[in-house]
């Protein structure tokens, strides 16, 4: 198995421990995936899942998410209410296994901040169809090795020139808009981080047999 710097893992299997959201005011769209990938982490891994965070490129340092935002996620299941915004810095980038970004005017904004992070950043779209179009290898032991794995096969099947759908990459962003529009993103975004955690371990048992499905 490769990390994303491309050198074989031979002394210790590479373990995801950390994954960070990224938008730009960091108070309505990456709050909302932050909650939701959190919560999917959870429900699979308990305490030993790996961390979500997010930060914003303009990031509204200390400010609470949106209202919309809160009772948006929280219809779908997710509380969000003590989050508070961080502005983006290069180091909490470095810090990152994998950074997810809500647009592709924050990955090429991550790439220009932290340049050595950018085999390990993808817009959320971007990365669930890189990893339903890759194959899965066989199963390390640890779950979060096979986060790792995955990622680093969807890196590399991004370098090898496939371009997944490049005029679809963005969730729009809700901020100023009516509580049915911040609705509509919470459904979006939850979708996509059930698609990205099945891409990564497959279907979970609870939707498979007739829970809640959420597919944009």
């Known amino acids: 198995m490769y990390g994303f710097g491309g050198a074989a893992a031979t002394l210790a ?18 709050p909302m995936a932050e909650g939701f ?32 935002s809160v009772r948006a996620a929280a219809e779908r299941g997710s509380n969000i209410e ?19 970004c809500m647009a592709g005017e924050h990955r090429d904004q991550v790439a220009a901040l932290a340049p050595a992070v950018t085999g390990r950043t993808f817009t959320l779209k971007e990365l669930v169809r890189l990893l339903e179009a890759s194959e899965a290898s066989d199963p390390p032991g640890d779950d979060r090795e096979v986060l790792a794995d995955r990622v680093a096969a969807a890196e590399a099947l991004r ?30 975004l939850e979708g996509w981080c059930l698609r990205l955690l099945d891409g990564v371990f497959g279907a979970s048992p609870v939707r498979a047999h007739g829970g809640r499905s959420a597919t944009p």
Do not use: K
């Not at 370098?159 to 459904?187: C, H, K, Q, T």
């Open 159 to 188: 370098a090898s020139g496939f371009a997944g759908n490049p005029l679809d990459e963005d969730v729009a962003d809700p901020l100023g808009m009516p509580l049915e529009s911040y609705r509509a993103i919470a459904w979006e």
């Open 82 to 100: 003590a989050h508070r915004a961080r502005r983006l810095t290069a180091g909490m980038l470095r810090d990152a296994d994998l950074v997810l």
């Open 13 to 30: 299997p590479l373990v995801m421990t950390s994954i960070l959201i990224v938008c730009t005011g960091n108070i309505c769209r990456s």
């Open 37 to 68: 990938l959190r919560d999917g982490l959870v429900a699979r891994f308990g305490e030993q899942a790996p961390t979500v965070s997010s930060a914003g490129t303009a990031g509204l340092e200390g400010q609470a998410a949106s209202a919309g």
